[in-house]
């Protein structure tokens, strides 16, 4: 079975510019989060979709927005970047939200360097 | 509010030596607990999870941890270091009263294994 894959694994963007980062869960997941890893850090929660609803919203800027499409596939979309946009982005894909002992299953990420 | 605290960014030990990753908890509340292992450039994945069953949890690769709620740790042990665990090791907590479980990541701890 496939794992959660995100792409690009790379981009390169400049100050001001938008970037667009996707995410396909784990088939039968419907629960998707997008954490943010700043180098030498650990992931900082940014969302939670389940079922094409926004289920929870960390402590991000309203330049930072994202969906769930109806195949549970996701988009983080994040305008005006700033210079400490850089950072690993990591999606994460569970079955379901209501439990906590749900373990997320992580992709590789998409590394994002503002320049 | 939950957290998570590691101790010690970096920690050396030598190949077949004990490993001891240090992790302390708060949460008003008994928590679900996790240890996640950062492989370079690639995603986290679940080494193990305590969900309130045995205080002693086995997990994947011969690691261990074990709750302690007196203490509030919940310590990564593994008997005999081996090159391949050189990695970033990552505690989480996620329990929240009436909140969405979503995991509180800490800083994280790169082990260094020397041969």
């Known amino acids: 079975d496939a794992g959660v894959t995100q792409s690009p694994t790379h981009l390169i963007k400049t100050r001001g510019q938008h970037v667009t980062l996707r995410c396909s869960p784990i088939s039968g997941h419907k629960s998707v989060s997008w954490y943010q890893q700043v180098l030498g850090q650990g992931p900082q929660f940014i969302f939670q979709?389940?079922?094409?609803?926004?289920?929870g919203r960390g402590n991000f800027p309203d330049r930072f927005s994202a969906r769930q499409f109806p195949n549970y596939s996701s988009e983080l979309n994040v305008n005006a970047l700033l210079l400490g946009d850089s950072a690993l982005y990591l999606c994460?894909?569970?079955?379901?939200?209501?439990?906590?002992?749900?373990?997320?299953?992580f992709g590789a990420g998409s590394r994002l360097t503002v320049l | 509010a939950q957290s998570v605290t590691q101790l010690g960014s970096h920690v050396s030990v030598s190949e077949g030596a004990l490993v001891l990753l240090r992790c302390n908890y708060s949460?008003?509340?008994?928590?679900?607990l996790f240890w996640y292992v950062q492989y370079p450039n690639q995603g986290l994945q679940l080494l193990l999870k305590?969900?309130?069953?045995?205080?002693l949890v086995k997990g994947i690769n011969g690691f261990e941890a074990e709750f302690k709620k007196s203490e509030t740790s919940f310590h990564l042990t593994k008997p005999s270091a081996h090159m391949s665990d050189a990695a970033e090791y990552f505690c989480a907590v996620s329990k929240v009263p009436g909140g969405s479980y979503i995991p509180t990541f800490g800083r994280g701890t790169s082990l260094i294994v020397h041969p």
């Open positions: 305590y969900t309130s069953a045995a205080t």
């Open positions: 979709y389940y079922e094409k609803e926004e289920r």
């Open positions: 949460s008003s509340v008994p928590p679900y």
């Open positions: 994460a894909s569970s079955r379901d939200r209501a439990s906590g002992a749900n373990v997320l299953t």
